[in-house]
Every structure is written in structure tokens, then in C-alpha cells.
């Protein structure tokens, strides 16, 4: 199970470790579930996580421009347990949990309680 909290913005945030070699640095995620993709990291922690080039997608934004990204894999400490993951990188401050990394788990997301539970 991983908790979070739900944060002045109303975002649903828990943490993920993201790996290079031995070393685990804890980073911040919100929960995006109208993400398709597993991860979408903030290129702040592109140094602090080895990751190998796969292909380039397109993704569909909110706004409905269509755009075109690399796509790399990488290993992350999700649920207690590292897990190799297919992820794109942001230029926000953001990093995105997608529904592709969440689709075996539930989600409870309790806005007066401020938490988010998942299981």
C-alpha cells in the first residue's frame, strides 16, 4: 500500500524512488489518471535516474495539440518493489503517475481528510 496526501492544489501526491545504479533518491508524483502513460518525470531528476532512449510516441495534451516524444525506460521503487517502467520527460516542475503504472491498483482519494490511499 502507498500513501500520499491531497496537497493546497487539490493534486493527489504520493512518492516513487527513481533509480541510478545502487542509489534511490524519493521524489514527489501526482496521481494523473487522465495520463495513459506509466511516468511523465520532471527533467530536474533526469541526472538522478538511468534510463535507456526506446521510441519516440505522440500524446494527445488536455488542449488537444498533438505531440511527439521520446520515450526512454527506467527503473523506479513503486508499491516497495523496483519496477522498469517506459517514461517521457517534462519541462515541468510536475511529475505525472499515469493510468499504465496504476491499472492493477485501487485508488481512494480522500479530499476532506487530505490523504490518497493505494492499494
Avoid: W
Amino acid at each position: 500500500m502507498i500513501e500520499g496526501h491531497v496537497n493546497e492544489s487539490l493534486e493527489s501526491v504520493v512518492e516513487i524512488g527513481i533509480k541510478r545504479g545502487d542509489a534511490v533518491t524519493m521524489i514527489p508524483a501526482i496521481v494523473d489518471t487522465g495520463f495513459s502513460g506509466s511516468l511523465c518525470l520532471a527533467e530536474q531528476h533526469v541526472d538522478q535516474l538511468a534510463m535507456t532512449f526506446q521510441f519516440v510516441e505522440r500524446y494527445e495534451l488536455a488542449n488537444g495539440e498533438v505531440i511527439a516524444k521520446d520515450v526512454f525506460r527506467g527503473s523506479i521503487m513503486f508499491d516497495g518493489r523496483e519496477q522498469e517502467v517506459e517514461l517521457i520527460l517534462t519541462a515541468s516542475q510536475d511529475t505525472l503517475i499515469g493510468a499504465s503504472l496504476l491499472k492493477g491498483y485501487k485508488i481512494m482519494i480522500d479530499y476532506p481528510g487530505r490523504t490518497v490511499r493505494i492499494e
